[in-house]
Each structure stands twice: as structure tokens, then as C-alpha cells.
């Protein structure tokens, strides 16, 4: 079964100090990786995504994300945080040919300011 | 364009009752998704409905029902509710079925008692 793997379960930064929040996924093959943001009291969003190409993304809000297919991992990474940055953030994959994603569990941010 | 909207915004049930989560979707998207968030567990998904007319069951479908009303709504009835159902619910939707998009309601806090 596919499994999707967030490592970091609460993170606590200050503001200006660069994030990376780790994502892996268990399976081979043809894969779709997103990361949605739900900020507090928010409904979730998308805040980038890959399908193909270029391995390095870039999403809203000065995130950006790395696809390492080796390593199966899908990192999400921001030089400098702001406090506005305080989210519950996942990682959620698709297996090739699948009507339906596989979420982590989430990785909570909080930043002080 | 209001996107994703659920009914109701909180709700609490004793155990042994019934009650239906609405939502409904203004995209034109075929696909409708229910999942639930529960604290260290991410989203789950609960049912999906790829295109209207049909309904799949996702990870954890026990003790609930869903109807596809019509393209536009997509309902989860509780039919005994346990405390074990205390959660929150999103309602999401996307274009299609498969690695596109998804846009989630503002949830549906239901506390069992």
C-alpha cells in the first residue's frame, strides 16, 4: 500500500530562519506530489505541485518544493519564514493511474515573531 | 463563485443519532471527495465520487453513506453516530478524478457525545 511519510511533526522557527519540511512517499513508479497549506482556521490550499519536468517547483508565497525521484522524497523548503507562515502543512501524492491522493499526516509550523 | 461550501460549520450529536453533512460545489468540477482530519492523523479519505452518478468508498468508509445528489452536491450521512465519528469534515472537489487540484469546503467541526 502506498504511504505517504511527513517526518517533521511540529515544527518551531523564528522569523527569518529557512524552513525545509520533509515528505516521502513509498512506491515506485509514475508519481503526483502536491503540498496544501491550511493556515488557522482556514480550509486547505494548494500551495504547489509536480507532475513532471523540472524537478524544482515553485508555489505561492516563496515556497518551492524538490522532487529527488532516488530518494522518493518531496521537500518543501523556504529561505525565510514569516510569522504569517504559522500552518499545518502536507504532503499528498498520487500513484499513477489513481483517482485518489494519499495525504501525510501533516507537519504543524509555528513561528514566532 | 463561492467554491467549496459546507452545512453546518459545527454540530454535536449524541451517540445513536443521525445527520447529513452537505456540501456543494459551484466549479462545474465532476469529482467530490469527503475526507476527515482527525489530530496527528491528516486527512483521511472517507468517499469519493469521480463523476456524478457514481460513489467509491476511501479509506475509512465504516459508518457512513454518501450521496451524489447531482453534479453540484455531494452529502455524508452519519446514520448512528459514535464518538469515535468526532472529527472534521472537508468536503473537497477537483476538474476530474486523479492528480488535479483539489478545492476543500471550510470544514464541519462534529463533536459525539
Same mark, same amino acid.
Given at each position: 500500500a502506498q504511504s505517504v511519510s511527513q517526518h517533521?511533526?511540529?515544527?518551531?522557527?523564528?522569523?527569518a530562519a529557512s524552513l525545509e519540511l520533509g515528505c516521502n512517499y513509498s512506491y515506485g513508479g509514475t508519481v503526483n506530489l502536491f503540498w496544501y497549506v491550511? =493556515?488557522?482556521?482556514?480550509?486547505l490550499q494548494l500551495l504547489l505541485k509536480y507532475f513532471s519536468g523540472d524537478p524544482l517547483v515553485k508555489g505561492i508565497k516563496g515556497f518551492e518544493a524538490e522532487f529527488i525521484k532516488s530518494k522518493f522524497s518531496f521537500n518543501l523548503r523556504k529561505p525565510s519564514v514569516q510569522w504569517s507562515d504559522?500552518?499545518? =502543512?502536507?504532503?499528498?501524492a498520487f500513484r499513477g493511474g489513481s483517482y485518489i491522493p494519499t495525504?501525510?499526516?501533516?507537519?504543524?509550523?509555528?513561528?514566532?515573531? | 463563485n463561492a467554491g467549496v461550501t459546507q452545512t453546518p460549520?459545527?454540530?454535536?450529536?449524541?451517540?445513536?443519532?443521525?445527520?447529513?453533512?452537505?456540501?456543494?460545489?459551484?466549479?462545474?468540477?465532476?469529482?467530490?471527495?469527503?475526507?476527515?482530519?482527525d489530530p496527528g492523523m491528516g486527512l483521511r479519505l472517507?468517499?469519493?465520487?469521480?463523476?456524478?452518478?457514481?460513489?467509491?468508498?476511501?479509506?475509512?468508509?465504516?459508518?457512513?453513506?454518501?450521496?451524489?445528489?447531482?453534479?453540484?452536491?455531494?452529502?455524508?450521512?452519519?446514520?448512528?453516530?459514535?464518538?469515535?465519528?468526532?472529527?472534521?469534515?472537508?468536503?473537497?472537489?477537483?476538474?476530474?478524478?486523479g492528480p488535479y487540484e483539489q478545492y476543500f469546503g471550510p470544514g464541519t467541526r462534529l463533536t459525539v457525545t
Open positions: 517533521n511533526h511540529h515544527v518551531i522557527l523564528s522569523e491550511q =493556515y488557522p482556521g482556514q480550509h504559522t500552518a499545518e =502543512y502536507f504532503c499528498a495525504f501525510g499526516r501533516g507537519t504543524s509550523l509555528i513561528v514566532h515573531p | 460549520k459545527f454540530q454535536v450529536l449524541k451517540t445513536g443519532q443521525s445527520m447529513t453533512l452537505q456540501c456543494a460545489q459551484d466549479m462545474n468540477h465532476n469529482s467530490m471527495y469527503w475526507y476527515r482530519q472517507i468517499y469519493y465520487s469521480a463523476s456524478e452518478g457514481t460513489t467509491d468508498k476511501g479509506e475509512v468508509p465504516n459508518g457512513y453513506n454518501v450521496s451524489r445528489l447531482n453534479k453540484r452536491e455531494f452529502s455524508l450521512r452519519l446514520e448512528s453516530a459514535a464518538p469515535s465519528q468526532t472529527s472534521v469534515y472537508f468536503c473537497a472537489s477537483s476538474e476530474l478524478a
